[in-house]
């Protein structure tokens, strides 16, 4: 692991680190001192260089699929979406978003964003399906897909390769045989356009629909026409 993302790791969770870099009198180097030897006369803390085999970006994490560094360019700001939180340059992180991911019986799955408890989302969908007589069980926990996976400045966390990630994270749940989407949250939907997917039924308010009758009984009828296909 490189030493910025384990620092990252541990600042998290509220660990405070020392790290030398010299060895001591008489004590052997340790391995963990950076690669690039260290002026014995330096007294200004120095980054140690990252090797060509080092990660690229936190994305890489996603089931095995290899994201490739997307180039942040350098004479324009990065493009930041509507409705996206933009934090310092310095960070290298330009954007976050949440998603939840629901996978129901019948080939559905349910996406809901940061405005939605997925717990909510999750409970609301069983009592709903199983009032249209669709044999299921609990349904399981909504998996998160957040951005940035990985708080680290040294790795692109740009829009383009969120993109990436998240479309990583999309094919994961087609290769499963999704045959319906449904979207809560207007940035659901929206960054779901961005890789292509399109939604069979969106509602912008999640806890707007649960107090609104007209809005579910539309709720309902879309899931009659899609469940009858």
């Not at 692991?1 to 001591?24: H, K």
Request: charged residues 20%.
């Amino acid at each position: 692991m490189l030493e910025q993302q384990r620092i990252d790791y541990l600042s998290a969770m509220g660990i405070t680190q020392w790290m030398p870099r010299a060895a001591l009198p008489y004590a052997p180097v340790p391995r963990w001192l950076p690669e690039q030897a260290v002026n014995d006369n330096a007294h200004t803390l120095q980054q140690p260089s990252r090797s060509a085999n080092a990660p690229v970006a936190a994305a890489d994490l996603l089931s095995g699929f290899a994201v490739s560094k997307a180039k942040t360019p350098t004479a324009e700001p990065p493009s930041i979406l509507d409705g996206q939180t933009a934090l310092e340059t310095k960070s290298n992180i330009f954007l976050r978003f949440q998603l939840h991911f629901l996978q129901v019986p019948g080939g559905g799955i349910w996406i809901c964003d940061q405005s939605v408890a997925p717990e909510d989302l999750r409970l609301f969908a069983h009592r709903v399906l199983k009032g249209m007589q669709q044999p299921l069980d609990l349904l399981p926990v909504p998996v998160k897909f957040n951005w940035p996976i990985i708080e680290s400045k040294d790795d692109d966390q740009s829009e383009p390769v969120a993109l990436q990630a998240l479309n990583a994270q999309w094919r994961f749940f087609a290769d499963q045989g999704v045959s319906y989407v449904l979207t809560f949250g207007d940035d659901s939907r929206r960054w779901l356009a961005r890789i292509g997917v399109q939604s069979h039924y969106h509602h912008p308010q999640f806890i707007d629909m649960l107090s609104n009758a007209s809005d579910k009984r539309q709720l309902w009828q879309a899931l009659r026409t899609i469940l009858a296909h």
